[in-house]
């Protein structure tokens, strides 16, 4: 396991060497790579478990106890996420896909950052604020949820209703306790297993089975590169620790790899 910490100037040469020999990389993020979005974490200092607690705003027991609650808190931080721009670290990881033939972005963030930064396609393992369907009969929401009768910036706001049962509409994530879409993780593990070599970006390495896919990509010999401030459990498995911020990192780590990866 080789530690660097950000202010080196070299990336170890085997790490560039892997990279730039990779045919498949995958790329899986946690609140980290949005965190210089001005987005919160949820574990860190001012992260959102800090202001409260996820048994109330992150489960389904939570939303039946009080659904205006937890729809108001997620639509604050959807609307924080509408008025976020993309970071240097997620404009480096949608750039990859210009050096690596298959390049598969995994991420347990709800928001659409890696999409605004390029990223054609990625998997969502923990949901997404954009797709909202029936607590009760699952169908999907398709109302704008900016329209005019539904935009406030109360804390509590009663959330919309279902147009076939009347049930009330819930936000489109993976709560505690709930199962992972299969269309979403089944993927997203085929690809940890068979690629070259895989990024953990931005996650605390706490939350499974998410957790797991960088564990099982290093139980099969392929490079993990960690990309954290913090050490996490994956520091153990994996190849690379780079110690630092994703914004200074990524971009920093592509122009070493591929010194035209700099220009516009
Ligand atoms: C399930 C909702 C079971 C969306 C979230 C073993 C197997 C399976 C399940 C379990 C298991 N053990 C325990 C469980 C239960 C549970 C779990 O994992 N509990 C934990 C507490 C142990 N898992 C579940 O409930 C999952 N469901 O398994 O169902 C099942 C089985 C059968 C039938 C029915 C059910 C569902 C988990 C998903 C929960 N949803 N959120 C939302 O509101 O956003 S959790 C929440 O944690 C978010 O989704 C988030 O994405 C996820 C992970 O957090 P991180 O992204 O890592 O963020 P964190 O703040 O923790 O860390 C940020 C990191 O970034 C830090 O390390 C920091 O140092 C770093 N950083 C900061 N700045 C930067 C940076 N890095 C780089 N650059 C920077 N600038
Ligand atoms: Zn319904």
């Not at 969502?124 to 009768?149: E, M, T, V």
Request: charged share 20%; hydrophobic share 40%.
């Amino acid at each position: 396991m080789t530690l660097t910490t950000i202010n080196e100037l070299e990336f170890p040469q085997s790490l560039l060497d892997a990279l730039r020999q990779a045919r498949h990389v995958v790329v899986f993020t946690g609140a980290g790579v949005s965190a210089e979005s001005g987005i919160p974490t949820f574990r860190d200092e001012s992260g959102y478990w800090g202001d409260v607690d996820p048994e109330d705003f992150a489960t389904r027991a939570g939303f039946r106890r009080d659904p205006a609650l937890v729809w108001g808190w997620y639509e604050s931080r959807r609307k924080q996420v509408m008025r976020s721009q993309p970071n240097p670290a997620h404009i480096a990881i949608a750039r990859l896909a210009r050096y690596i033939e298959q390049l598969t972005v995994v991420t347990q963030n709800i928001d659409d950052l890696h999409e605004r930064a390029g990223c054609a396609e990625v998997l969502h393992l923990h949901g997404s604020f954009f797709a909202p369907r029936c607590f009760a009969c699952a169908r999907p929401y398709s109302k704008p949820l900016d329209s005019p009768d539904l935009v406030s910036s109360e804390p509590r706001q009663e959330p919309p209703r279902c147009a076939r049962c009347n049930g009330r509409i819930r936000p489109g994530v993976v709560w505690f306790g709930e199962q992972l879409q299969r269309e979403m993780y089944q993927p997203a593990q085929r690809a940890a297993q068979k690629c070259d070599v895989l990024f953990s970006i931005g996650t605390s390495s706490l939350i499974y089975p998410a957790a797991s896919l960088p564990f099982e990509t290093a139980a099969r010999g392929i490079p993990v590169v960690q990309v954290n401030p913090s050490a996490t459990d994956l520091d153990a498995k994996a190849k690379f620790n780079l110690r630092g911020q994703a914004g200074d990192i990524m971009p920093r780590l592509l122009a070493a790899a591929w010194p035209d990866a700099g220009e516009g």
